[in-house]
Protein backbone atom coordinates (compact mmCIF):
# COMPACT_ATOMS: atom_id res chain seq x y z
CA UNK A 1 0.00 0.00 0.00
CA UNK A 2 1.85 3.52 -0.98
CA UNK A 3 1.28 6.11 1.90
CA UNK A 4 3.06 9.25 2.19
CA UNK A 5 2.96 10.96 5.98
CA UNK A 6 3.75 14.55 6.62
CA UNK A 7 5.79 15.46 9.33
CA UNK A 8 7.60 19.03 10.48
CA UNK A 9 4.73 21.40 10.67
CA UNK A 10 3.59 24.12 13.92
CA UNK A 11 3.92 27.53 14.69
CA UNK A 12 6.58 29.30 13.15
CA UNK A 13 7.88 32.99 13.90
CA UNK A 14 7.31 35.13 10.25
CA UNK A 15 10.95 35.37 8.62
CA UNK A 16 12.41 32.21 10.39
CA UNK A 17 13.08 29.01 8.12
CA UNK A 18 10.78 25.40 8.33
CA UNK A 19 11.78 22.20 7.21
CA UNK A 20 8.72 19.69 6.40
CA UNK A 21 9.05 15.76 5.73
CA UNK A 22 7.49 13.08 3.78
CA UNK A 23 7.94 9.45 4.52
CA UNK A 24 7.18 6.98 1.70
CA UNK A 25 5.58 3.93 3.10
CA UNK A 26 5.35 1.01 1.15
CA UNK A 27 7.26 2.24 -2.04
CA UNK A 28 10.32 3.48 -2.89
CA UNK A 29 11.32 7.09 -4.36
CA UNK A 30 12.67 5.24 -7.04
CA UNK A 31 8.87 4.26 -8.03
CA UNK A 32 7.45 7.56 -7.29
CA UNK A 33 8.36 11.14 -7.41
CA UNK A 34 7.11 13.01 -4.47
CA UNK A 35 5.54 16.59 -4.73
CA UNK A 36 4.54 18.93 -2.29
CA UNK A 37 1.48 21.13 -2.01
CA UNK A 38 -0.29 23.46 0.14
CA UNK A 39 -4.13 24.80 1.13
CA UNK A 40 -4.74 27.83 2.58
CA UNK A 41 -8.08 28.26 4.60
CA UNK A 42 -10.70 29.11 1.74
CA UNK A 43 -8.49 28.20 -0.78
CA UNK A 44 -7.43 26.24 -3.34
CA UNK A 45 -4.74 23.41 -3.33
CA UNK A 46 -1.67 25.15 -4.73
CA UNK A 47 1.67 22.97 -6.33
CA UNK A 48 4.89 24.25 -4.90
CA UNK A 49 7.07 21.64 -5.89
CA UNK A 50 8.34 18.02 -6.66
CA UNK A 51 11.54 15.65 -7.06
CA UNK A 52 11.99 12.69 -8.67
CA UNK A 53 15.06 10.73 -7.71
CA UNK A 54 14.89 7.90 -10.75
CA UNK A 55 15.72 11.52 -13.59
CA UNK A 56 17.34 13.74 -10.70
CA UNK A 57 14.87 16.60 -11.68
CA UNK A 58 13.19 18.55 -9.40
CA UNK A 59 10.45 21.49 -10.09
CA UNK A 60 8.97 24.44 -8.36
CA UNK A 61 6.24 26.68 -9.14
CA UNK A 62 6.87 29.98 -10.46
CA UNK A 63 5.26 32.04 -7.29
CA UNK A 64 7.45 29.56 -4.96
CA UNK A 65 11.02 29.62 -6.51
CA UNK A 66 13.70 31.15 -4.45
CA UNK A 67 12.11 30.72 -1.60
CA UNK A 68 11.32 26.52 -0.80
CA UNK A 69 14.00 24.14 -1.48
CA UNK A 70 13.19 20.51 -2.19
CA UNK A 71 15.47 17.54 -1.71
CA UNK A 72 15.41 13.37 -0.58
CA UNK A 73 17.09 11.35 1.16
CA UNK A 74 16.74 7.76 -0.81
CA UNK A 75 18.24 5.62 2.04
CA UNK A 76 15.48 6.77 4.59
CA UNK A 77 12.53 7.40 2.01
CA UNK A 78 11.72 10.84 2.40
CA UNK A 79 11.57 13.85 0.77
CA UNK A 80 11.71 17.22 2.42
CA UNK A 81 10.64 20.61 1.97
CA UNK A 82 12.73 23.94 3.30
CA UNK A 83 10.71 26.85 3.13
CA UNK A 84 12.58 29.94 4.37
CA UNK A 85 11.63 33.68 5.15
CA UNK A 86 8.09 32.37 5.85
CA UNK A 87 5.01 35.04 5.69
CA UNK A 88 1.80 35.05 7.11
CA UNK A 89 0.71 34.67 3.57
CA UNK A 90 2.18 30.32 4.14
CA UNK A 91 0.35 29.31 6.85
CA UNK A 92 -1.94 26.66 5.38
CA UNK A 93 -1.90 22.68 5.31
CA UNK A 94 1.03 21.08 3.48
CA UNK A 95 0.31 17.68 1.13
CA UNK A 96 2.82 15.98 0.10
CA UNK A 97 1.68 13.20 -2.82
CA UNK A 98 2.80 10.82 -5.32
CA UNK A 99 1.37 11.47 -8.78
CA UNK A 100 0.04 8.67 -11.46
CA UNK A 101 2.67 9.38 -13.53
CA UNK A 102 4.94 7.00 -11.10
CA UNK A 103 8.57 7.90 -11.23
CA UNK A 104 8.47 11.95 -13.28
CA UNK A 105 7.16 14.69 -12.25
CA UNK A 106 4.34 16.20 -13.77
CA UNK A 107 5.10 19.15 -15.62
CA UNK A 108 2.00 21.29 -14.11
CA UNK A 109 1.18 21.02 -10.59
CA UNK A 110 -2.05 19.98 -10.89
CA UNK A 111 -3.45 17.93 -8.13
CA UNK A 112 -5.89 15.71 -10.30
CA UNK A 113 -2.20 14.36 -11.95
CA UNK A 114 -1.40 12.43 -8.09
CA UNK A 115 -2.84 9.76 -6.82
CA UNK A 116 -1.78 8.92 -3.22
CA UNK A 117 -1.74 11.77 -1.02
CA UNK A 118 -0.80 12.50 2.82
CA UNK A 119 -3.17 13.58 5.21
CA UNK A 120 -1.51 17.08 5.65
CA UNK A 121 0.84 18.81 8.40
CA UNK A 122 -0.58 22.19 9.35
CA UNK A 123 1.62 25.65 9.26
CA UNK A 124 0.95 28.52 11.06
CA UNK A 125 2.86 31.18 11.18
CA UNK A 126 2.82 34.46 13.47
CA UNK A 127 3.89 37.47 12.96
Known amino acids: EVRLVESGGGLVQAGRSLTLSCAAQ????????VGWFRQAPGKEREGISCISTTDGRSYYADSMKGRVTISSDTAKKTVFLQLNDVKAEDTAVYYC????????????????????WGQGTEVTVSS
Open 97 to 116: AAPNYGKSCPLIFTAELYDY
Open 26 to 33: GFTLDDYA
